[in-house]
């Protein structure tokens, strides 16, 4: 072949590649926007499942959902920015505990999200959970918060999106022009000073993006949830932290599966995806805005 | 009269490569000490060692004795940070916080601990005068700075450093990325400001250094070949190479 076809094959090749990426993504959002729109109403949106889940609207759904992912936020963002802070401003470039602990962060990103939802079962409910009953009520057969419940679940989440937010906030750090923090140190602040001045809110908007990517994440998982607090059908809502509660994800699983009639559950099970990677979607959106904008800012 | 601050023996490294070798100074109270050298001479790491910014950079190791009215600056009960306070900085790069001007200008003060509106508004207005820039920016202090020229932000980092009352000011080439009359005004704010701080100033303009420096301190490859009275310096080098130097013959 000539130098001229040879490149004509590749972009051909590249370009079937692309148009089969586009089409698979646009006949799974085409599929699930063509049936699920018509379930969409305000009733769909507020009310309580009625008829086995088949009608009424899932409500405690995107309730249970927005609940864990605030829970979670709240776990993971201190935990997250920590240690950010930690490896990029405390830790030397040198420090052997650093690469230690950012090859543990890239190993905890590649975990399977199942494994997280079994250590969530088993450290925070049955250890963590189980612990604190042993030692305040002392009686095994009615547990308190050895069981499943919102706040393990979120705590279970934190974990898994904890990655994310560790590496973008140090991406967000690494962007902070050193210029600034030598003009704070320059001026006889403390390191802390600087960090908590200076460094972190110029590094505020790079942050955020980590939040929502990290919160977009955890909104979609349904595996971590599963045995830590996930529940088929709550006729309340979790008003406590060791209520169980319903969840989109879980919702679309238990439609999907769990329905004693699966046909008639169908539209509110398309109504019910529809919603929920409308949730991560606009996340996700919200995040690249956000990035880009910042980067624009900085090259400002 | 004993120095404001002063150097014996001293050596800088970054990692295994000397950076400073073996440098004995005394910067004079209340005057410009200017140092001098082409780029790479040591002039910047000598300015960064008298306020201990080198700490920050990793395997930077200093040698030898920097002294700030007779007592050690490296010396084991000092704490690095309340040097830095005695000894202020500007930048070659004007680094203003993406702030309003008022909070430039606060901030070492805030940090200090300072609360008081009034003695904080006072302490500012006072720290834009000294700086020959109250005038520009009296009714704007609520905006950004970085809405100001590179003239202006160079002037409010002055500012900002003077605001914490420091007693020596080190500048790193401040006027180097200004335009002529930009570079003017810092230069007769600088003449200005010797009368109450003790400056030492990097630069690589040698009519920059004769303009405003009382002493002169010619580096090259990291060794002090020569330090004396601008003028002496000036007209009358001992040494060879400060003579090649000054005359343009390298550098």
């Not at chain 1, 507020?46 to 249970?64: L, S, W």
Request: net charge positive.
């Amino acid at each position: 072949m000539t130098r001229t076809a040879r490149d004509r094959a590749l972009a051909a090749a590249t370009g079937l590649c692309v148009a089969l990426v586009l089409g698979m993504l646009l006949v799974v959002v085409g599929e699930i926007v063509r049936h699920g729109w018509p379930q969409l109403s305000w009733a769909f949106l507020t009310d309580q499942p009625t008829a086995d889940m088949t009608g009424g609207g899932i409500f405690p759904a995107i309730y249970g959902t927005v609940a864990l992912t605030l829970l979670m936020t709240v776990a993971v963002v201190p935990m997250g920015v920590a240690t950010a802070v930690w490896l990029h401003e405390y830790a030397g470039r040198s420090s052997r505990l650093a690469a230690v602990v950012r090859a543990a962060v890239h190993n905890l990103a590649g975990v399977p999200s199942i494994v997280f939802g079994l250590f969530g079962l088993g450290f925070f409910v049955l250890f963590l959970g189980g612990s604190i009953d042993d030692l305040v009520y002392g009686d095994p057969t009615r547990p308190v918060w050895g069981k499943p419940g919102v706040l393990w679940a979120a705590l279970t989440l934190a974990v898994l999106t904890l990655p994310v937010v560790i590496v973008t906030t140090e991406e967000a750090l690494r962007a902070v022009p050193r210029d600034l923090r030598e003009a704070a140190l320059g001026l006889g602040a403390t390191r802390l000073q600087t960090v908590v001045r200076v460094v972190l809110p110029n590094a505020r908007a790079g942050i955020l993006t980590g939040l929502i990517l990290a919160v977009s994440r955890g909104a979609g998982e349904v595996a971590p949830i599963l045995f830590t607090g996930a529940a088929n059908f709550l006729p309340y809502l979790p008003s406590d932290l060791r209520d169980m509660f319903m969840h989109l994800g879980y919702h679309v699983f238990v439609l999907a599966t769990q329905s004693p009639n699966v046909e008639a559950a169908r539209p509110a099970l398309y109504g019910t995806v529809l919603v929920l990677l409308v949730l991560t979607l606009s996340l996700n959106v919200a995040a690249v805005w956000l990035r880009s904008r910042y980067r624009a800012a900085l090259r400002s | 009269m004993p120095a404001k601050m002063a150097t014996r023996g001293l050596s800088v490294w970054y990692g295994s490569k000397r950076a400073i070798q073996d440098v004995t100074l005394d910067v004079e109270e209340n005057a410009v000490t200017a140092l001098i050298g082409p780029s790479g001479c040591g002039k910047s790491t000598f300015l960064r060692t008298l306020n201990r910014m080198n700490d920050l950079v990793e395997g930077c190791r200093v040698e030898g004795v920097v002294t700030l009215d007779g007592e050690d600056v490296y010396g084991r009960d000092v704490d690095a940070v309340a040097v830095r306070r005695r000894v202020g900085m500007v930048f070659q790069k004007s680094n203003p916080f993406p702030r309003s001007i008022f909070e430039n200008v606060a901030f070492g003060l805030r940090i200090a601990g300072m609360r008081d509106r009034q003695t904080l508004a006072a302490r500012v207005e006072e720290s834009l005068r000294d700086a020959a820039l109250w005038d520009e920016v009296k009714d704007r202090l609520g905006d950004s700075a970085l809405a100001l020229s590179g003239g202006q932000q160079q002037r409010l980092c002055i500012a900002r450093a003077l605001a914490v009352r420091p007693e020596v000011v080190l500048m790193d080439e401040p006027a180097s990325a200004l335009d002529p009359i930009a570079t003017a005004r810092i230069e007769e704010l600088i003449r200005e400001l010797k009368r109450r701080y003790t400056i030492v100033i990097v630069t690589h303009s040698m009519q920059q250094a004769a303009r405003v420096s009382d002493f002169t301190a010619f580096f090259y490859m990291g060794e002090l070949v020569e330090y004396g009275p601008t003028e002496r310096i000036f007209t009358r080098p001992i040494q060879k190479r400060t003579e090649e130097y000054i005359t343009g013959r390298f550098g």
